[in-house]
């Protein structure tokens, strides 16, 4: 039996008891694919992105282990609401418009004591003041620095489009405000260098593009290196007691933690490897995170139809931002219908043997995403779940 076969026989022996859709989390995958993120980072702290696991259950799960530390964020409410369930050093990763949460950050010492805002512009700052309804809690902050690769003079920008303060002058300046003004403390820099950590670099049938992109982020590592650590040594100058300088992402770790300037790195994505990061050369991971769908139809030859499926993800609109089928081997989306609302069509010729109340496994072009689908996670040790963990949307949190 190959090891596909294997893996497909024995989710299905863990699941027969369940009717699909249905996600699971493969926790010898998950596990191991945290032990390798942690080899990666060379000993520095791994703060998890929260976005990219959106289950309290597998949060504590990582963060007990040697090597992680901290949580990164994605909104103000999750924010307060981790903090709330006694999560601790949790970094809030953009900046937020919220003005109820502001309110009940500034009101209370525990949650400010806890989280860590975002900011990159002093009306943010402005704007916090305009929401404390009183609170005198002191708001700690976090900086963040442009990462994007600039070429011929500027007139070429490669990178996400995030923070506006690039230079170490302009970050400088942001910072000094920051220490003339009560009821806020710097804390943190943070820089995600999205085009080195988030795109892959092994593009299948494109060998000349998959040349072009290692190339760029060789030299976005090494133009990143010596101007974030230029950044740190001109805040530092202006608050010595800065506390972290974070960095990096799943596709990044190991580049972004031999940098003397960063304290820590930032994953997620890479404990559950969706499909996305089939396309990376830096590292490879175990799909840990998965979900399955149930035949409903055999339409002809060659084709079997299963009940849902439509879950593509975020991001520019592209055939890499759908599902894929996974398991049994061999299956396809259709060109014409791909992922579908309510059914999904599949091709191959393991669909002949296929019946109807089977289940198909895909696997997610993200990670946390998949957790809006579902209200909890099937988690998996062998061929067997030893434990049922709801999702931020099983616990009633939708946050985006």
């Known amino acids: 039996m190959s090891a596909a076969a294997s893996d497909r026989a ?8 369940l009717d699909a859709p249905v996600a699971v989390v493969d926790l010898a995958a998950f596990d191991a694919n945290a032990a390798d993120l942690a080899r990666r980072a060379r000993g520095k702290p791994i703060r998890v ?9 597998l949060l504590e799960r990582v963060l007990a282990r040697e090597g992680f530390a901290g949580i990164m964020s994605y909104t103000l409410a999750e924010s307060l609401w981790l903090a709330r369930s006694g999560f601790e050093d949790i970094l809030l990763a953009y900046p937020s418009a919220d003005r109820e949460a502001f ?3 500034a009101g209370d010492p525990k949650l400010a004591d806890a989280v860590t805002v975002m900011v990159d512009d002093v009306r943010q700052l402005d704007l916090i003041d305009a929401a404390r ?4 809690e002191e708001i700690r902050v976090c900086l963040e620095l442009d990462t994007s690769l600039r070429l011929l003079g500027g007139r070429i920008r490669i990178g996400a489009l995030r923070s506006p303060l690039r230079t170490p002058a302009q970050l400088a300046e942001l ?7 009560p009821g806020f403390r710097l804390v943190g820099l943070m820089a995600y260098e999205a085009h080195v950590a988030g795109v892959g670099d092994r593009l299948a049938g494109r060998p000349v593009r998959s040349r072009a992109i290692r190339l760029m982020q060789a030299a976005a590592r090494k133009e990143l290196a010596a101007r974030r650590a230029e950044v740190v040594r001109a805040v530092r100058a202006v608050a010595p007691d800065l506390e972290f300088v974070n960095g990096g992402g799943t596709g990044s770790v ?6 003397d300037a960063v304290t820590e790195v930032a994953a997620g994505s890479g404990l559950y490897v969706p499909r996305l ?12 995170a998965l979900y399955a769908l149930p035949v409903v139809r055999r339409p002809g030859v060659g084709v079997v139809t299963v009940l849902g499926g439509g879950y593509p993800a975020s991001g520019a609109a592209g055939a890499d931002r759908l599902p894929t089928p ?3 081997a061999g299956l396809r989306l259709t060109p014409m219908e791909g992922a579908g609302e309510v059914q999904t069509p599949l091709l191959g010729q393991p669909a002949d043997d296929l019946l109807v109340g089977d289940k198909v496994w895909f696997r997610h072009a993200k990670a946390g995403e998949l957790c809006e689908r579902f209200e909890a996670l099937h988690l998996i040790d062998g061929d067997r779940i030893v434990e049922t963990a709801p999702t931020y949307r099983g616990e009633g949190r939708t946050f985006l």
Do not use: M
């Not at 024995?10 to 008891?17: K, Q, V």
């Not at 992105?49 to 259950?57: D, G, H, N, P, T």
């Not at 190991?254 to 940098?259: K, V």
């Open 103 to 105: 309110g009940q950050l």
């Open 10 to 17: 024995r989710l299905d022996r863990a699941t027969a008891h």
């Open 175 to 181: 910072a000094r405000a920051i220490g003339r003004r």
């Open 254 to 259: 190991q580049h972004t933690a031999a940098e």
């Open 49 to 57: 992105a929260s976005k990219s696991v959106r289950c309290r259950a």
């Open 326 to 328: 996974y398991l049994p």
């Open 133 to 136: 309804a009183g609170g005198r």
């Open 277 to 288: 990061f089939d396309t990376y050369t830096s590292f490879r991971g175990r799909p840990a």
